[in-house]
Structures are given as structure tokens and as C-alpha cells.
């Protein structure tokens, strides 16, 4: 079905019923419109696109023979099939031919435009060749001869789309030649007639070495031709070896037609020189001014001479009387003539007798290509009052090289600067480069800086026509915008050209350096904000602390952008908030407590979004008194601490320590390093250490291990007399194992205040096997009699660090302590929850047992502590609990194993 704007043969047909003047347009239209594809074929069925493959196909072959039959075969395969539609172009045949049956000057005159501009296309193409054959027969010379010439010359023109092959056309050129030399032989009268109706439609581009016809009328008789070719450029005498001389001698009315109807040189040549030589008097004779004046107005360099040579041969064409002959214009349009004598003759005629040409005239005597000619029309403007000529005529003669010193001289001589509009030095300014770069030094050097006013510059910037300039313009105008103050350029335009593809960043440089901009909405730029073009502008902008107060931008406003997921909107909220706000500013009664407060629970509190807790994290660690000036931020912000410290409470703070969330504790823990002696909260580091986070519970191991540390932090270290036996020893009950090691490296290091017999007792009581160890060999270390073994000291000193008094006296009294720690051993202490475990409540055999193990690896390792311990174990042997005296035995064994040539109580 076709489309509302499709044409169809029917359209085409009411068309030429009508006799419509654009019908040759709607053909050529109908032309482009692709071939339809029938929706269903049958099977088997040859397409009109499987036809021009078939005929490409043909005309690969090598023999001429093979060529014609592929053809031949795959025309009657198509055209034999009654279930496959033809395309709707194939129509245009029987059109066509039916226009030419009408004969009527309009339906001609369709069929001469088709066979001028048609692609030769399968349809168009039948009807084509089926006109000339009738052309022929009726002795139609007008169809003839532009149907001949476009078979003539279609070889050659490689560019065009068509369906009919090379051999078709060569074909139809030989077959047109031989009808001319038929004509020529059988009836000569008529021959010129039909010659010249194909001559007179060459072009002037014609590939002459490729053309047939032409050649063979102007140069038949020099037989340089072959079957296949007839490769020559026209002869410089185009009548000596023309064909059928004879023919052309009978009247000159053919060659007049030709010479006033061709569109080539060669054609025109042709015509003057027959007319030279066979008609010379009636040439003379039958010369009217008429006749003259159109041969001017022809676009034939051969035409020009012989009119040139006509006027000079000729007393009655003298130049003073062409005027009255009505020949002045003739001759003057021979000024854009392509010969050189005709140029002569009618620069030599102006000079004389036209020296009043309009300036409009000699404006376009200068865009020709004639050297000769632009000198001429550049003497005569020179002559003319550059008043009289004005500022934009003046401005039109800069482009050319004759006329540009004058027009410059001119322009800057004869007219005040308020005389020269902006728009004409816009117009300088956006013509071609001579304009352009005159302008540009006439306003260097006709205002001082900044006496333009600004808006000239902007409008220059905002003109359409800058896009399609070089930069040289745009950077003229931004050096000159560049002399004033934002202010005074004004700070909408400047925010709208802002994003300006080429001179945005200028722009934008200007806005951020600007001290002033009157008028300016600070809501307009926070709305910018969040359009992608204009963010960088609009936050450099509101950045600058000369433009807008912080309360301009508004307190609420930065914090809600802090909320925002995108990085540039809430890094910008964290710095300007940083840089220019203070704490009171935070609250509504600006308070600075309250802005405190405020800030405390931005940073703390449970339902705060991450980028906003960042901000006010920072900034209280920026204006703490001692840790700020540390902050990089404060460093490279130059801030200045702006909260008390008294601010930064514990209250506020220890339970962060065990928040959660990571930022949160890092926070609190960066205050709480500098803060914990001065809070007094110094003794609860106990509490620290239980901590879920690593580095929570390393500041309490800092705080412990380095008590007594030279160089210790002393705001955060507590001091050997500080530490709390209890709560040590407490600690190696932990469930967090780092926490258990860093109790007995305590004890170890601070055992004469936090250690004693009891309290080891109580450490063997420990479900971590390496915490009851230590305590054996500590106890045994630290409290063994002095006398055992002998010439024994501490490992690493010089003598115990536990005072004589406390050892025991002797080996009995130590016996006796590891009694009493055995049989009134209470039930052991559970791991519950140690280590992410939960194990049950131990019994106190169990524990017993646990205790006996300990005492035998010691014993194990060192052969004075087995002397000592196995008499004790011997007495447990007889115990009735079966798990007791079985371990007791079983560690007695082992030790006997383990010291075989000592004597070893016991058993």
C-alpha cells in the first residue's frame, strides 16, 4: 500500500492527462522511489532483482554472442512468468511513448528533460528507445538529436545510475552515426539540420576523447577511427575533414541555429568557422546588433572572438557608436568573457565609455577569476568618494587583494568610529580572514581598554555566528572583557555562559576570582547545584566567602548536602562547613553549647547517614584544643581549634568506644587518647580491654603495659601504683585471648605489686592451660626457697625481685602451700563464652586434675621442683577419688621417667 507521499503511475498518468509542467519532476521523483518487493513469490519465481543480477551476469561473458543470448534469456524467463508483478516503473514506457504520440510543445518538452536528466533506468529506458526508433523513421531531427547526444556521451558519465550495459550504448552510437551518414548520403539538405541538433547539446564538460558522433561530424574524413573508438580532441580546424562538406555548403541557417543554440566551445567553433568559410557575404550581410548582442550574452570563449572580430572588422561597430547600437551592455558583458581578446576589447571599451558603472557591478567584476578585469574594476572604485560608497560596501572590498589597501584607508580616513555600527564591525569581525583581521587591529587601535562597553563584548559572544569562526574573535572579546570587573559585566550573563563549551572556563575563572556580583541569587546558585553542567561553577560560587556569608547559604541547606551520596556534593559541605562556620551556628538559639550538643549527635547518633557523621567527626576533631591543630584538614584549612575542651566529655564518649560502627569509634578513640587522665576515667581502661574492637582494646593495652614506660604518653598511661591487682588478675579470666596474654605480661612485669602465692593458687585455677603454667612457674620462680637449687638465681637478675620474706622457708612450707592448694581446691572456673565457646561449669576434680598436670610439666622441665612435688603427689596417690589418685600416679611415672638418676620421693 502505498504511502501518502509515494507517487504511483496513476499519479504520473493524471499528470500527463493534465499536461502539468512539473510532470518531468514527478517522473524523476518516481525514478528514485526504490522497486517494491512483492510480499509473497511463488516458489521458484525470478525476481526483478534476480533479473539484474542474471544481466549482470550476461555481460561477463567474453563473446558478444553469449552476452546477447544471457540477456535475451533472462529477459524472457522474467517477463514469461504470470505470477510475479512487474516493478510500477516499467509504466513509464507506455507513458512516455504516448507523450511523444501527443506531440504537443508540452509533452515534448517533458520527454527532452527526461532524456537530458533520467538516469537510464529499466521502464524510462524502453520508452527512450522506442522514441528514437520513431524519431528516426518520422524524421523528428529535435527527438533525434538529444536522444543521439545522450547515447553519446552516457558512456562517459560514470557517475550516473543505470540498468542499460556499455554494449547497448555503443550500439546506439554507431547506430546514430550511421543514420546521420545515411541522411548525409541519400538526402544532404536535410543532414546539417539533424548534425546540428546533436552538436548543439554537448556540454562544456563533455569528455570529447569518449564521444562518437561529434567526432566523426567535425573530423570524418581524417579516418582516424576505429571500430571501437574515435579517441580525439577537437581540431583546431573543424571544417577541413568535416563530413559531407557538400551538405553543409547548401544554406547557413544550420550553422546560425547551431552557433546561437550550442552550450559547448568546440560546437560554437564549429558553426563561426563553417560560417568563415562557406558564407562569408551573407555572414557580413545578415549581422544585425540583434543578433550581436545575444552572441554576448552566450558563455563561448569562440563566440566572444568572432564578436570581437565582428565589432573591429566593422566601421558601423565603432565604439562610439555601440551605445547607440544598442550594443553597450553586449560588450560590457564580455568583461567575464573566457577569452582574453574579448576581455581586452571590453576593458578598453569601459575605460572609455563606462566609467559610470554602478559599485554594485564592479563589486562583481572583483569575484571573477580575471586578474585583468579586477584591475580595472579596482581603478575605476579607487576614483569613486568612499562616502559615497559606505562603510559596508567598503567593508565587502577588503576581502580582495586589488582593493583591500583602499578600502582600508577608506574606511579608517573618510568615517568617524561612531559612524561604523556595531553590527558592521560585527560583520568585519565574522567575514572572511582579511575582514576579520582588519577589524580587529581598526578596534586596537580606535579604543584604549575598556572604553568599549561591556555589553559590545558580550553580544559579539553570544553572536550565532561564532561558532562557525575560528577562536580569533572569541579571544579578542574575553581579552577585552577581561579589563572590567565581574560586577560590571554582569553576573547573570556570566553564570549563563558559565558552561560554555569554548569560553566557559574563562567564564568560570572570572566568577571565582570575582569580589562583587550585585544581583546575584544565592538561591538560583544552590539550585545550579544540582545540575551536572553547572555544579563546579556553582559550588565555586558559593565558596567564595565574598559573595556569600555562610548564612546565605544557609546552615541547613550545607547539611542536607553533607547527606548526599555523591562525593563532590558532600565533600564540598564538609569544607566550606569546616572553613567558615563556627559551632554556635549549628544551633538555632546560637549557642555555642548547643551547637556543640548538636554536633556531638551529627557525629554519634544511631540514625545519622555515614557522610554526615564523617563531616562532624572532623570537625570536632578539628576544633578540639589539643588534637586539632594535628588534623590535616586543620593544616590545610589554617583552622583554629573554636571548642572548649571541657566539651568533650566521657559521658559523650566512652560508650562510643564500643559503638558498632568503625567511624564512631575511631572518633571517640582519637579524643579519648588525649582525654582519658584528664577525665579521671583513667582506672576503668579495665573495661577497654573486654572491647569487641582490636583497636579499642589496644588502647587499653597501651595504657597497662606502658605503665612505668619512660617517654609514655602520661595523658593515657596509667602509673605502676595505678594498677589494680583485682582487676589484672580479673583480665586474665578474659574471653578475648590478646586481653588474657597482656593480664600475664602485667603480672609478670609488676609481680611484687600485683603478685603472691594466693593469687598464683588462684591463676592455676585457670581453664586456659598457658595462664595455670604461668602461675607454677611463677610460684615456683618467684616464692621457691632460697636454698633450692643451689647457686640458683632468676633468670636475667641479679638477685629475686621478691623480697626474701615472701618465699617460703624452706621446702616443707612449700610442700605444705601445694597441699593445702590441692585438697581445698574449689570446683575449677568454666570458659564460658572464652574464645566464642561455651563449655559447662568444671568439677573440682576436674580442676584437681587439671592442677596436678600443671605441677607435672614443671616438674617435667626442672629436676629441683619433681624433688619437691613428687612426696606431695604420693600422698594424693591414696585418695579415693579414682580420677585423683590415677592422675597423681600416672604424673609420678612420668616424672621418675623423665629424672631416671634421681631420687625421687613418693611411691
Given amino acids: 500500500m502505498a ?23 514527478a517522473v524523476l521523483a518516481f525514478l528514485e522511489q526504490p522497486d517494491k518487493v512483492p510480499e509473497k513469490l511463488p516458489q521458484g519465481a525470478l525476481a526483478f532483482d534476480g533479473l539484474l543480477n542474471l544481466l549482470r551476469q550476461s555481460q561477463s561473458r567474453h563473446s558478444a554472442e553469449a552476452r546477447h543470448t544471457g540477456a535475451r534469456e533472462a529477459w524472457q524467463r522474467y517477463l514469461a512468468q504470470k505470477d510475479v508483478p512487474l516493478p510500477a516503473r516499467f509504466a513509464l514506457a507506455d507513458l512516455l511513448v504516448s507523450l511523444y504520440e501527443r506531440n504537443t510543445s508540452a509533452s515534448r518538452a517533458v520527454l527532452f528533460a527526461l532524456a537530458r536528466k533520467a538516469d537510464l533506468r529499466f521502464g524510462l529506458w524502453g520508452g527512450l528507445k522506442r522514441i528514437y526508433k520513431l524519431a528516426e523513421a518520422r524524421h523528428d531531427a529535435e527527438m533525434f538529436g538529444v536522444l543521439a547526444w545522450r547515447f553519446d556521451t552516457e558512456r562517459s558519465e560514470s557517475y550516473r545510475s543505470r540498468d542499460v550495459s556499455r554494449g ?6 554507431r547506430r546514430a552515426w550511421r543514420y546521420l551518414r545515411q541522411l548525409g548520403m541519400a538526402v544532404p539538405e536535410l543532414y546539417p539540420q539533424f548534425a546540428i541538433e546533436v552538436l548543439r547539446h554537448y556540454e562544456p564538460d563533455t569528455s570529447w576523447r569518449s564521444c562518437w558522433l561529434s567526432n566523426h561530424i567535425w573530423a570524418h574524413e581524417n579516418g582516424n577511427y576505429s571500430a571501437n573508438s574515435f579517441s580525439i580532441e577537437p581540431p583546431s580546424d573543424m571544417v577541413k575533414k568535416r563530413a559531407f562538406t557538400d551538405a553543409w555548403k547548401r544554406s547557413p541557417d544550420a550553422l546560425m541555429r547551431l552557433l546561437d543554440t550550442c552550450q559547448s566551445d568546440p560546437a560554437a567553433r564549429f558553426a563561426i568557422q563553417g560560417l568563415r568559410k562557406d558564407f562569408p557575404d551573407t555572414l557580413r550581410s545578415n549581422i544585425t546588433p540583434a543578433w550581436l548582442d545575444r552572441l554576448a550574452r552566450r558563455p563561448l570563449a569562440s563566440a566572444h572572438d568572432f564578436l570581437v572580430e565582428t565589432l573591429q572588422g566593422s566601421p558601423e561597430f565603432h565604439q562610439g557608436k555601440l551605445r547607440g547600437l544598442g550594443l553597450h551592455e553586449a560588450v560590457l558583458a564580455l568583461l567575464v568573457s573566457e577569452s582574453n581578446k574579448a576581455r581586452t576589447y571590453a576593458i578598453e571599451y569601459a575605460r572609455a565609455h563606462a566609467q559610470d558603472l554602478p559599485p554594485e557591478r564592479l563589486a562583481g567584476l572583483l569575484e571573477g577569476e580575471h586578474t585583468d578585469v579586477k584591475a580595472f574594476a579596482a581603478a575605476v572604485l579607487e576614483k569613486r568618494n568612499p562616502r559615497e560608497l559606505g562603510p559596508d560596501f567598503l567593508g565587502r572590498l577588503l576581502v580582495h587583494k586589488q582593493t583591500a589597501k583602499f578600502a582600508a584607508k577608506a574606511l ?61 574573535v572569541e579571544e579578542l572579546a574575553l581579552e577585552s572583557l577581561k579589563a572590567f570587573k565581574p560586577a560590571d559585566i554582569g553576573a547573570d550573563w556570566l553564570l549563563d555562559r558559565a558552561i560554555h563549551p569554548n569560553f566557559g572556563d574563562t567564564v568560570s575563572g572570572w566568577l571565582g576570582e570575582a569580589e562583587a556580583l550585585p544581583g546575584l541569587d544565592v538561591e538560583r546558585v544552590k539550585g545550579l547545584v544540582f545540575n551536572a553542567k553547572y555544579r563546579e561553577v556553582a559550588l565555586k560560587l558559593l565558596g567564595n566567602r565574598k559573595l556569600f556569608a555562610p548564612r546565605d547559604v544557609g546552615i541547613a541547606w550545607l547539611l542536607a548536602l553533607a547527606r548526599r551520596a555523591d562525593p563532590t556534593l558532600h565533600q564540598f559541605a564538609h569544607r ?80 562510643a568506644l564500643f559503638d558498632a560502627r568503625d567511624d564512631v569509634r575511631h572518633f571517640a578513640l582519637a579524643v579519648t587518647r588525649v582525654e582519658l587522665r584528664a577525665w579521671g576515667w583513667h582506672t576503668r ?31 593515657r598511661t596509667l602509673t605502676p601504683e595505678e594498677l589494680d591487682p583485682v582487676k589484672v588478675f580479673t583480665l586474665t579470666e578474659s574471653t578475648k585471648r590478646s586481653t588474657r596474654e597482656v593480664a600475664v605480661e602485667l603480672i609478670r612485669r609488676h609481680y611484687a605489686r600485683l603478685g603472691g602465692p594466693e593469687r598464683l593458687a588462684w591463676l592455676m585455677e585457670s581453664a586456659d592451660r598457658e595462664v ?70 568444671v568439677s573440682a576434680s576436674e580442676a584437681k586434675r587439671r592442677v596436678i598436670e600443671l605441677v607435672r610439666d614443671l616438674g617435667l622441665e626442672d629436676e629441683s621442683f619433681a624433688r619437691v612435688v613428687t612426696p606431695v603427689l604420693g600422698e594424693f596417690t591414696g585418695s579415693l577419688a579414682k580420677g585423683e589418685w590415677q592422675s597423681c600416679l600416672s604424673s609420678l611415672v612420668r616424672l621418675r621417667a623423665a629424672h631416671p638418676g634421681v631420687e625421687l620421693g613418693g611411691l
Fill in 3 to 25: 504511502t501518502s507521499d509515494e507517487l504511483t503511475a496513476a499519479d504520473l498518468e493524471r499528470l500527463s492527462r493534465a499536461e502539468a509542467p512539473d510532470l518531468a519532476e
Fill in 168 to 173: 547497448t550504448l555503443t550500439y546506439l552510437q
Fill in 412 to 472: 579608517e580616513q573618510s568615517f568617524d568610529r561612531a559612524e561604523l555600527t556595531q553590527k558592521f564591525l560585527f560583520d568585519m569581525l565574522f567575514g572572511d580572514e582579511e575582514q576579520m583581521e582588519w577589524a580587529t587591529k581598526y578596534l586596537k587601535s580606535k579604543y584604549g581598554k575598556g572604553e568599549l562597553p561591556p555589553s559590545f563584548w558580550k553580544a559579539l559572544l553570544d553572536d550565532s555566528r561564532l561558532e562557525s569562526y575560528g577562536s580569533d
Fill in 576 to 655: 566550606y562547613l569546616l572553613e567558615n562556620v563556627s559551632p554556635a551556628d549549628f544551633s538555632e538559639s546560637g549557642e555555642a553549647a548547643a551547637g556543640l550538643e548538636r554536633l556531638f549527635e551529627l557525629a554519634l547518633g544511631a540514625k545519622q547517614p555515614a557522610p554526615v557523621r564523617t563531616f562532624a567527626q572532623t570537625y570536632l576533631r578539628c576544633h578540639h584544643p589539643v588534637i586539632g591543630p594535628e588534623q590535616p584538614e586543620s593544616k590545610s584549612y589554617q583552622l583554629k581549634p573554636k571548642a572548649p575542651r571541657n566539651a568533650y566529655t566521657p559521658e559523650r564518649l566512652w560508650p
Fill in 685 to 715: 581502661v579495665y573495661e577497654l580491654a573486654e572491647a569487641n574492637a582490636k583497636e579499642v582494646r589496644n588502647l587499653a593495652y597501651d595504657a597497662l603495659l606502658e605503665a612505668g614506660e619512660e617517654g609514655a604518653d602520661k595523658r
Fill in 772 to 841: 595455670g603454667l604461668f602461675a607454677i612457674r611463677l610460684l615456683w620462680e618467684k616464692h621457691r626457697p632460697l636454698h633450692l637449687p643451689e647457686g640458683w638465681k632468676p633468670s636475667g637478675a641479679a638477685e629475686s625481685p621478691v623480697a626474701a620474706t615472701e618465699r617460703f622457708a624452706n621446702v616443707e612450707a612449700l610442700r605444705t602451700f601445694l597441699r593445702r592448694m590441692l585438697f581445698g581446691l574449689p570446683p575449677g572456673r568454666s570458659k564460658e563464652g572464652r574464645e566464642g565457646n561455651v563449655v559447662r561449669r
